[in-house]
């Protein structure tokens, strides 16, 4: 009887006890009742801070573990063990595997460079998405708002660091700058800073403290020196950047979870190469809102805002108010994801299909109305 009363007196200990040390890794009480199952069968909660070749290193309540991940190696990319998931894990063993991952609150994805265009995830359970841009060369607004639309589609809180602001002396400058890229980033925090002065940190500090945060951005943007300074001690590797284009080779080659000293986690990620939409409608929508609040007030709904009459954001363009150079971009990554997306969806392919033929036969039909309906 006595015996039979203490196993939910040590189960509840053991949880507590598990809760407590992995509470600096993200662990909260709705993680603690997704996994109160696992947590029945015996398994251990844990977080995955790094993920190579099948294997993955694991912070546990008793330290990090090396475990395996042939359990939980789907057909699906985007369902692999990834930096930042959350998983049951076999309590002893050798090698310790991974049972399962449990859902997912946020997932970063891009699209991969592969003709067969699958999707790659880059970290798991997000709160903020830190879009590092290096002021060392000059600012490619596009590419911002190409990481833009991922983060949000992500369902993370894009943050825009702009680093290496010790290069840009005159403020004014820099003022402006930061006024371009809050131009392009409605609705996001955009914050310049200089890890080498120690300048803009304790803001961005506070904006991602006791969250997770992934670090993004291209090669030579200067993610491991502000790595560096956000972790309080140079655990990231950093290379000099090439002076003739500011740009440096890639210094992180896997994708890191790291506990900050004040509280949260930093995921660091490889240079970024190439960025490639994702079925990011809604991403896109979100970093060109202002576009999409326009577009309420054209005459037609489906208003593709090309030559339309009516088109409330072509007479932005027209007054000013809209820069070509968005409207632009815009119309870019809405082509590009409406593409990938048509890839491995058919009833899309078919809508877009059709959508064609009745264009062609609307042009047609202009040309013959042009020519006085005279025969070909």
Known sequence: MSSHAST?????STSTSSSSALAAYGWDEDWARAFSPYAAEGLLPGRV??????????????GTVRADTAFVTPHDPLRVVCTGDWVALE???????????????TAF?????????????????????????????????????????????SGAQPV????????????????????????????????????????????????VGGSTAVLLGQSGAGKSTLANALLGEDVMEVQRIRDVDG??????????????????????????????????????????????ELARDCRFHDCAHEREPGCAVLGAVDSGEL??????????????????VAKTDARLRAEIRK??????????????????GAPR
């Open 323 to 340: 820069p070509v150079r968005r409207l632009e971009s815009y119309r870019k990554l809405l082509r590009e994801n409406q593409r990938i």
């Open 355 to 372: 959508e064609w033929k009745r264009k062609g036969a609307m042009g047609r039909a202009a040309m013959e109305a042009k020519r006085g």
């Open 8 to 12: 939910p007196s040590h189960s509840s």
């Open 247 to 292: 740009k440096g080779r890639h210094t992180t080659t896997t994708r890191n979870l790291l506990a900050l000293p004040g509280g949260g986690v930093l995921i660091d990620t490889p240079g970024l190469r190439g960025v490639g939409l994702w079925d990011a409608g809604s991403g896109v929508g979100q970093v060109f809102a202002e576009i999409e």
């Open 109 to 153: 994805v891009r699209s991969t460079s592969s003709k067969r265009s699958e999707g790659q995830i880059l970290a798991a359970n997000v709160d903020h998405a830190i879009v590092a841009v290096s002021l060392a060369a000059e600012l490619d607004l596009a590419r911002i708002e190409r990481f833009l639309a991922l983060a949000w589609e």
């Open 49 to 62: 801070v790094r993920v190579d070749r099948g294997q993955c290193d694991v912070a546990t309540a008793d």
């Open 91 to 105: 309590p002893d063993g050798n090698p310790r595997y991974v049972r399962t991952c449990l859902p997912r609150r």
């Open 160 to 207: 825009v660091v702009l680093t290496k602001a010790d290069l840009v002396p005159d403020p004014v400058t820099l003022a402006y700058l930061v006024q371009d890229v809050e131009t392009t980033a409605p609705g996001v925090p955009v914050l310049s800073v200089s890890a080498e002065r120690g300048e803009g940190l304790d803001v961005l500090s506070a904006v």
